[in-house]
């Protein structure tokens, strides 16, 4: 389904006027999981889960962050915002228990719903995320074009948006070419996991995610604020997922996030940075246990 339809283009409104959009897919009657989409991505980036959410009962609930895709901006945003925003989201749709994950840069806004809205959340699942950036020495181990674009976004922002928007016409009018691109730089397990799903679903994920390169902007400069908790302060229970092949994050980074987290499951698995792709199924099932 494209994205102008039903399932991958809902909106609501909240409380201050910012439009909020949302991507909903699996069983429309599931067991609820929110999803927290990654960095340079948006609410598309679990589409391929669709088949598998069904399957397994699961409704996921994919929103868009402020100024990424189809949802407003809100400027100076932290980590902590945007549980705020699924503690509105879930109530506007009368979603009261549910999930969380969240994939790469999303796996710290998976961790904040857990621990802002830990009544409601039954278990987090962060997936090929990170340690907090303001931890000594973990910034300095991102990939490069991260800390390219984290330290554009803070203190050369036109350039930054203006990389932003050359990705996001590349994505647009060479669909195949910018998806081969990517596998490319990702190494060998991902570039399968593109290729499997089409690099032109990849393309078209990533031209709705850099539709406002501002937005993007705003997401590595909320990215690198402190969390506004500790790992240690998570009191549900917590599934932390690392890819054994993975090429773009420091491999004990995700031990170490497991050990931190009272309780958490470390789960190692076969597969890249996108090795949620993989295990759909898995996750879910555990999400929704």
Known sequence: MGMGGPNERRVVELRDG???CFAQYGAPDGFPV?????????????????????EAGVRLI????????????????TILDW???IAELT?????????????????????????????????VAIIAGVLPLTEPGVFAGLPAFDRYYTRWSQHSPMLARTCFGSMA??????PSWYGRLAARQLGPADAEVLRAEGFSTFARMSAEALRHTEGVADDYRAWIQPWGFRPEDLAV??????????????????????RRIPGANLLRRPGG?????LHFREILDRLKA
């Open 18 to 20: 910012r439009a909020l």
């Open 34 to 54: 929110i999803n927290a989409h990654g960095g340079l991505a948006c609410r598309l980036d679990v589409a391929a889960a669709d088949s598998v959410a069904r």
């Open 62 to 77: 994919s929103p868009d962050r402020p100024g990424i895709g189809g949802s407003d901006p809100k400027p100076g945003r």
């Open 83 to 85: 549980a705020d925003d």
């Open 91 to 123: 109530a506007l749709l009368g979603v009261e228990t549910f999930s969380v994950m969240g994939w790469s840069m999303g796996g710290q806004y998976a961790a904040a719903v857990g621990h802002a809205l830990a009544p409601r959340t039954r278990r």
């Open 169 to 174: 016409v590349s994505a647009r009018i060479a």
């Open 237 to 258: 229970p917590v599934d932390v997922w690392a890819g054994q092949q993975d090429q773009l994050i420091n491999p004990h980074w995700l031990p170490e996030l497991a």
């Open 273 to 277: 940075h996108f090795l949620a792709h």
